[in-house]
């Protein structure tokens, strides 16, 4: 990995926008983010296996999983939805080192702001936590009265993570506009290694409660890194409480606030039927959207985030054709990543949940219920991993009107699909109406797409078809190798059976998928083969002995 996105001291060491709109640029970065995001989504399905193992598909896991949703509904209407739509495209336009003393000034009023604003509404939420939960899981009186006073308990003790992860992520926007990358990369592997090490710990004494204090040991380690990466970087903020920013910031906020309102009222929805449906419903819901999010972190977020500062920069300086190039590439490139991992996980999901999952509290039966909802769930991620990278073209644009419209419409389609198949289909019916949210969004987004920026010429159609084909090859690969592995040696039933049927069966897909794009020439794959090959060279460098070699 090179440093360079840590030298933030000197003008080098910040791309122009010329630099900026290079392939190798953007995959650089994006690479940087894909590695920290690989760690995260590690250290997340190792969090969710212990779950599994020590708790199962439970009611208590439900619980939780609806009690952490409220710090993170916080986090997202303060921070994480103004983080790419306001606070990055800003503050990249005063990351240059003539204007770092205004960045710092700005950062810090905005910092001042929400320290205070977030203390507030973390006292506000232990007095109407009993009103919360009701809201969000009203369903468990009926089926477990146990569960709604424990859910009660839960979102006053997590209350306090909401004000760590939201000063955490207001860092995470300074670096990000600095293009410092390393250590927001890592940010989701150190919220996530809280809780992979407090639940061996302290499950045995007590319970699932140590799912709780697994997320405050994590919200609190990430807000420490983020400022200690800041100061690292010889930024030093200061308390103040107005600069002329911040009303631009609020006024590309508003609409965004506006919509996240409307998606918080989704995700509120979502969850009040779900757990009206079954006790096990959510956490079922929850170990499928784990897996349905690991392709989109490691490629789709990566890739958006990479390109959103020079996105930006483009719109800033009026170069229209370094914005659709620089956009074409994220989306071809979003395409070719991501589908293969789509594709995998579509047939390949009962092995995979059987191996990262069924053990322990985890039984066979949640595994196929977890199968169901994953392969609905993965329909949507295909829409949902292009729609991360067209929102972001819009808020580099300083446009967060449009995309806050499309969200109130493909909440509307959800609301209404939800309440027509909830009752016909349970807890799968909210997972069609998730996915027919996603499929709405991003095909609203493609045409206003289009119709503000204009057509970005024929690479990315051309890239769609290629990828469609290997797709397709890759997909009749895994077939026919899972179909000929079950007639010859049946099922694989035990952990070491499960896992080398995985390698053989999907590595046998994934390669047939490269092969069809390198033979067709897809410039992504060839970069990416020389970037591996970069990192592979630098590695053995390091390595005393090593002869280095040119590639």
């Known amino acids: 990995m090179s440093d360079r996105s840590d030298r ?36 997340g399905l190792a969090r969710e296996m212990l779950i599994a193992a020590f708790f199962g598909a439970s009611g208590q896991v439900s619980a939780f999983t609806v009690a952490s949703m409220v710090p993170t509904m916080l986090y997202d209407f303060l921070v994480g939805g103004m983080l790419s739509a306001a606070l990055v495209p800003v503050l990249s336009q005063y990351a240059r080192p003539d204007r770092r003393q205004e960045l710092l000034r700005l950062v810090g009023a905005l910092a001042s702001l929400l320290a205070v604003t977030l203390a507030g509404l973390v006292l506000l939420l232990q007095w109407t ?127 965004i606030a506006v919509g996240l309102v409307i998606a918080q009222f989704q995700v509120a929805l979502d969850r009040r039927l779900a757990s009206g449906t079954g006790v096990q419903s959510i956490a079922w819901m929850r170990n499928a959207t784990t897996l349905q999010q ?8 990566a890739v958006a985030l990479a390109a959103l500062p020079r996105l930006s920069r483009h719109f800033a300086a009026r170069d229209e054709a370094g914005y659709r190039r620089t956009l074409a590439q994220g989306l071809r490139m979003v395409l070719v990543l991501l589908v293969p991992g789509l594709v995998g996980l579509a047939l390949l999901a009962e092995p995979v949940i059987r191996l990262l999952f069924q053990r322990g509290a985890f039984t066979a039966q949640d595994t196929a219920q977890v199968a169901q909802a994953l392969r ?39 609301a209404v699909l939800a309440w027509a198949l909830v009752e016909p289909m349970g807890y799968l019916g909210l997972v069609w109406a998730d996915t027919a949210k996603q499929a709405s969004h991003a095909l609203i987004m493609v045409a ?44 694989p039933v035990t952990l070491l059976g499960t896992l080398l049927h995985l390698l053989v069966v999907g590595g046998s897909g994934l390669a047939v998928y490269v092969g069809v794009l390198a033979a067709l020439r897809v410039a992504e794959i060839q970069e990416l083969g020389r970037q591996l090959w970069r990192w592979a060279a630098a590695a053995a460098e390091r390595i005393p002995g090593a002869t280095p070699r040119g590639g």
Do not use: C, K
Request: glycine share 12%; aromatic share 10%; proline share 5%.
């Open 448 to 491: 206003l797409l289009a119709w503000t920026v204009g057509r970005l010429g024929g690479q990315v159609r051309r890239g769609l078809f290629q990828v469609g084909g290997a797709g397709l090859a890759m997909a009749g690969t895994l077939g026919g190798l899972a179909e000929g592995w079950r007639f010859f040696l049946g099922d």
């Open 129 to 255: 936590a009993p009103q919360v939960a009701w809201l969000l899981a009203g369903g468990f009186q009926e089926l477990d009265p146990t569960l709604l006073p424990l859910t009660v308990r839960w979102i006053r003790l997590l209350a306090p993570a909401a004000w760590f992860t939201s000063m955490a992520g207001l860092l995470m926007a300074l670096l990000y506009a600095l293009q410092r990358f390393t250590f927001p990369a890592l940010a989701t592997a150190i919220y996530n290694g809280g809780m992979v090490l407090a639940v061996p710990l302290l499950a045995s004494q007590v319970g699932a409660t140590s799912l709780v204090f697994g997320v405050l040991l994590g919200s609190g380690l990430q807000f420490a890194v983020m400022a200690w990466d800041v100061r690292r970087a010889g930024l030093r903020l200061q308390v103040r409480w107005s600069h002329p920013a911040l009303r631009t910031i609020l006024g590309l906020y508003v609409p």
């Open 294 to 301: 690991l392709p989109l972190g490691l490629i789709s977020v």
């Open 376 to 414: 609905i769930y993965l329909v949507g991620a295909l829409f949902a991993g292009v729609d991360f990278l067209l929102n972001y073209a819009f808020y580099a644009r300083n446009n967060t009107w449009l995309p806050a419209s499309v969200g109130a419409i493909s909440v509307g389609i959800y």
């Open 8 to 43: 933030i001291s000197s003008p080098s060491s910040v791309e122009s926008p010329d630099q900026g709109s290079s392939g190798v640029g953007l995959a650089r970065s994006a690479g940087i983010l894909a590695i920290g995001n690989i760690l995260s989504r590690v250290l």
